[in-house]
């Protein structure tokens, strides 16, 4: 890989600095959006919106933010602003993203993720049909209408309008699209993992991926069971029995990701820490793998990439990624069972790579510069 | 189950109060034996050890404690207790434990586990035959020596000289011994979930065993990567590669417990938390168990225990728990998936149910007193 | 003092059980008092009111607790109950608790406490008239109404018809009223603190009183700057430049404990923490003392006092007493200063000690048993 | 104030890149410094020492460090840096820092701090004299030996050899000097949120200072006491007495910075955090002051600052500094007490402003560049 500074297909890069909207830039999401844009050398934030506290300033409620006022998101004059980052709430990301006239945009909710990973383009269709289980699902019960989360129609602009930014492994649709859905923070965390052993179809059963995740992945809306004195010094796994919302974007992305659609039975766990995912990944294997073998499939695949990194001799730690827009990988070849498998760690920052950064990362591409510009 | 409070059997009901000693008694499970035993009606701390703190009082090191001196192990006579709970570290807890003379013992630390659970006792070689996999490994390689770590020999008083202390499910053993290896906490929590699938042989596969424990587990030494500023806000996986040392305790243990053993994949974690484990078991099935038939199961076996909680519509978390001697369990059938399989999620306190709350539980039934004496 | 299980004046003992009930019980208040009346032995829980899970049983809200129907308030029978422990919110709690008949009632609101410790006593007129500094701010300028917070009439049955429950200093009025309105968790700490100068009279100038809680403190509605991903990792002071609204409640209280009314600037802190009140405080001394006559001022008025522990050599700190009634007291002779002072540091677990336990140590007593039943 | 980026006096600018070595360069300190001398444009990293670590690498230590060998202080090569940097522990800093030959050193320790501090430059002596009551206890007793905690002689290159580092407040010597003595975290809040009153002699009575860390201020090494188990849900105070080994450092600097030499009373309490002070400062005052009078002073001496932000309306958190090198500052006018007083509050990350992020500010004034170069 590692192709990632690559112009955009087919358009000149874009303006510098080039004037951005952040919407919903008060909850943890958008305020780590407005801290990155500040920094950024080629950006020129120009429209906030907050709806809890419109009406006020971005500097006074993020530190060392541009002074742009707070607006409510049905007043914000977003044709003003050469790109959008969204970090609306789900059932709402979709719809304003794609409302946009000609701009570009990062949607960072879930609403537009199966439909960039759903989207059929010559090649995918040449290449492979979709898998059965994930798409009847998606599209509640076997129907072909929009998936489920899907609120809004795409523009059809060609098959490159929007693209799934899981920016390692999509970035030539991603440099090619004016729309990127960003992928969930569980999704990213389970797919950088995943995706050499799915590529190299080695999966050979029901993957098991528990990850637990910081608090912030859950949001900055008041609710009990996210006081300090509800989380701290607790555990718990939620969404149990295959059943959080993020599954289909994982089955989807992974089927993307290889000749064949894995299972993955997915439990998230809610930390008591502020920031980070540590996703810990049971893969059965199709053939046992030597473990020098296996661990060189990932520094392979992820060799040169800015925000990849392979740990040789330990599983990563949230210490090692946050406040960083790195995923560090640990791989471990299991002992004492029958059938081979592979444990795979990966470690990101929910805010950065999960969400952000990565967001930063693809507008980066999406407007032809250094993919690493205003991150590190 | 729930026959919790029998008496030994051949053996009247102990001296009340009983005398004991307690060794090793200032790391954070032996301060917690002291705490459970000056609560407890029938018992008389007379003696405690402490290496790091030789020369000072219990009382003063542990609040609400008895007014007893503290003493190097060497020093201690051990013979003036009815009883002795050891809370040394492994390595030394079996040696000093089975040194004793007539006295009861609780044995805290690793050693006697598993010569505990490889005992042969006439009923439980008639019943099964040991599995192949386990025995191996602890025999250090296919011989009939002593199992790996265990450093003593225990004085040859019949078959029910030792006991393994999953109390729940070996409790007429223990009742009937003199010395018992108080199981581990890990081992504790993932067993008391499994148990009812293995008595039913129901399990179809291997069993993915992700586990995540406070601190307190790690031990009160000083250690660089326990301080607060390394755990903080920090999570992470250890005994990658199903390489944790209390692998073979689990292994044996779940043997003990059902017709077939089956293999376990163990992955702990390290949580920013103080004390509680949860436990978060995947298990493929051989059957596909409806969710209300699987529910009952656990409900069956655990009808009228004192200390073993079934929930029946969320998974436990380490709140429902945490400062008691209870085990929490929660169970959830998997959707999404071609193969059976379940999900049950176990909370603990590794410093109670997991260490001394048991180990108390243990003494009561090796006394002839209710098991919940001191306990509530 | 000690003198913790006289029997009330002019009243026999309470009925056993006594039937209570709890006002506003989910909570974080509310449910500790209900977790204390679970293990109380004279106590009978017959009635809970929650206006957030009001539908709800109080059994599958706290664990352990009666089975009890969580009520709205208003639909409520408190003429049921023998007694009514109050954590109703302030500027409620007064009223529903003056509002009951004959029973007894402990108001766990701020709204009873001023107007429990202005009321004049014919003892206490002819001991020392009221200073003019907190009066007259309690009273709103000077007039002679009731003082601000106080939103109800406590029916007139003579001057021990309300008390202010601190307990170790007003046990006499305590056990002799029907009312009693129980501390703030600060004024707990600082009082507790500072009696032994303030009888002496040895206070030399401006108390400087600094106090850091856990969150618990703040109550278990959501609010985002109680949020986990808020707090953990923070620290910082509210209610500065002296305008707390407990400071009135110090100040009266502080005045009723010896000849002198002190000045108190007393700055509160949020600590990331769940549960525990450490008040540090800076004492001008009228003269200089010995560090040993400091010390034996603490130790002889609370000598023998079940929930007060003086500590010789060193400050207390939380883990001294979360989870436990006790108030820890340390204190330190001022070095390197030319005016004599002296540091008094108190930690009390705000849940406890600051609020359900010393309601149930005052209802003890109100009901004629031992103070410490169901406290240890 | 606000002269921030002067040309050190009689020297011109210092060679870019500047050569760097860096002493205890594993502890956090000396992590820190690691990490943002990376970031320095100007600073070239070659050298890095670690007692614990030597043998290994500086990059695989600290994420994102050079890839320079970790070597034990004595075989460390200084003589090849054009610039020390000594995180070494007090009592080994002072004398590795002098021993150097022609270089600039910042010494992080506290030993060369009030030697600095006390220093009589013919100005300071002709403007004061020192105050009798820290000197004498700096001077050990009254005579002219060397400080408490200066175990070396700093060589005799003219008055300006040796600087106390709080940057504001000393720039113009800094600038001048080839050795910093870097200010206590402690005192460098204490300082900054005193100066404004010490300069306008307003200061009235004895300064109660309280102040709250995060445990990094207490190093690296093992400790029980630092545990995570014993420090999550605990606070406490220590150096109680006003016996804080940084109150001379903090009398002498309180004393330099304004005509007066004020009293403090200053105590630390040991907060459940990993980074971050906040110091309470209570300041009784020689005349009333209007609070838009108090506010203006810390907003005129610091105008400009680019590292210190005051702030109008509220306290400041550490979530305000946590991460940056910034100070902030809030002030409260007290009512409610008869003789006139302030409070101060004070925020910093101890790990930067407190050290490593002072540290690099006082390098880059010594080198002649841009005072937040590599800070931003």
Redesign the interface.
């Known amino acids: 890989m590692a192709m990632h500074s690559q112009s955009p297909a087919g358009r000149g890069p874009a303006a510098d600095p080039l004037t951005v909207g952040v919407l919903g830039a008060t909850g943890?999401t958008g305020r780590e959006v407005v801290r990155l844009l500040a920094a950024h050398p080629s950006v020129r934030l120009v429209l906030a919106t907050s709806e809890s506290e419109a009406g006020g300033s971005l500097a006074s409620s993020v530190?060392g933010a541009a002074d742009v006022p707070l607006e409510r998101l049905a007043d914000a004059d977003l044709a003003s602003c050469d790109a959008v980052l969204s970090c609306l709430p789900h059932g709402l990301g979709g719809e304003w993203t794609t409302r946009l006239g000609a701009g570009l945009a990062v949607d960072l909710s879930a609403d537009l993720r199966l439909q960039a990973l759903l989207a059929r383009s010559p090649a995918a269709t040449a290449a492979r049909s979709e898998p059965a289980?994930w798409r009847g699902?998606a599209d509640g019960g076997g129907g072909d209408g929009p998936p489920v989360g899907a609120t809004a129609a795409v523009p059809d602009s060609g098959t490159a309008a929007l693209a799934y930014g899981l920016t390692e492994h999509h970035r030539e649709r991603i440099g090619a699209s004016r729309i990127v859905a960003n992928p969930g923070c569980y999704p990213t965390a389970v797919l950088l993992g995943l995706a050499p052993l799915l590529r190299r179809d080695l999966v050979g059963g029901?993957i098991?991926a528990?990850a637990?995740s910081?608090?912030?992945g859950a949001g900055?809306?008041?609710?009990?069971h996210?006081?300090?004195?509800?989380?701290?010094?607790?555990?718990?796994?939620?969404g149990?029995?295959?059943?959080h919302r993020h599954?289909d974007e994982m089955l989807a992305g992974a089927a993307r990701l290889g000749p064949s659609a894995p299972?993955i039975?997915f439990?998230p766990?809610l930390?008591?820490?502020?920031?980070?995912i540590?996703a810990?990944l049971?893969v059965?294997l199709a053939a046992r793998l030597d473990p020098v073998e296996a661990l060189s499939f990932w520094r392979a695949d992820y060799e040169g990439e800015p925000f990849v990194r392979v740990l040789a001799d330990r599983?990563p730690?949230?210490?090692?990624v946050?406040?960083t827009n790195v995923a560090a990988i640990?791989v471990?070849?299991?002992?004492?069972?029958?059938?081979p498998?592979l444990?795979v760690?990966v470690a990101i920052d929910n805010l950065l790579k999960g969400a952000a950064g990565q967001a930063v990362q693809n507008l980066n591409l999406m407007a032809g510069w250094p993919e690493t510009r205003g991150l590190q």
Chains 1, 2, 3, 4 share one sequence.
């Open positions: 943890y530190a289980r699902v029901t098991v528990n637990a910081g608090v912030t900055r809306s008041p609710a009990r996210l006081l300090f004195a509800e989380v701290a010094e607790d555990f718990r796994a939620y149990t029995g295959n059943a599954l299972e039975v439990t766990h930390l008591p820490v502020r920031r980070g540590l810990s049971h059965p599983p730690t949230l210490a090692d946050v406040g640990g471990a070849t299991i002992a004492r069972t029958a059938a498998a444990q760690f």
